[in-house]
């Protein structure tokens, strides 16, 4: 019943940025934690960064910490991932997820902790 529907991904330059949403339908979030990750050709997925639906804690790979900025629009059930300063080993498949428990109760980079997936969008970075 739950989606999760990525969109935002595209071709971009180094150094330039893409905003990334992720709407959700079937189920008004305002609890748990929505994450993002990533799969580049070849390589496992990994993870990019979190948010607390409640309060709006989040938490970042050490990769993108001061790149990217996650956020959330309770009103709109919908998170963002703003890209900044991209770079070629950026380009991957984008995936947001959902966890339904706390963000403080749950290790938020590990994917066995979100129960929804998104279909994932692409971002390449050209250098």
């Known amino acids: 019943q739950v989606q999760l529907v990525e969109s935002g991904g595209g071709l971009v330059q180094a150094g330039g940025s893409l905003r990334l949403s992720c709407a959700a339908s079937?189920?008004?979030?305002?609890?748990?934690?929505m994450g993002w990750f990533r799969q580049a050709p070849g390589k496992e997925r990994d993870f990019v960064a979190a948010?607390?639906?409640?309060?709006?804690?989040?938490y970042y790979a050490s990769s993108v910490k001061g790149r990217f900025t996650i956020s959330r629009d309770n009103a709109k059930n919908t998170v963002h991932l703003q890209m900044n300063s991209l770079k070629p080993e950026d380009t991957a498949v984008y995936y947001c997820?959902?966890?339904?428990?706390?963000?403080?109760?749950?290790?938020?980079?590990?994917?066995?902790?979100?129960?929804?997936w998104g279909q994932g969008t692409q971002v390449t970075v050209s250098s």
């Open positions: 948010i607390s639906w409640s309060d709006g804690s989040t």
């Open positions: 997820a959902r966890g339904a428990r706390s963000f403080w109760r749950v290790r938020v980079s590990y994917d066995d902790e979100y129960d929804y």
């Open positions: 079937g189920r008004t979030f305002s609890s748990g934690v």
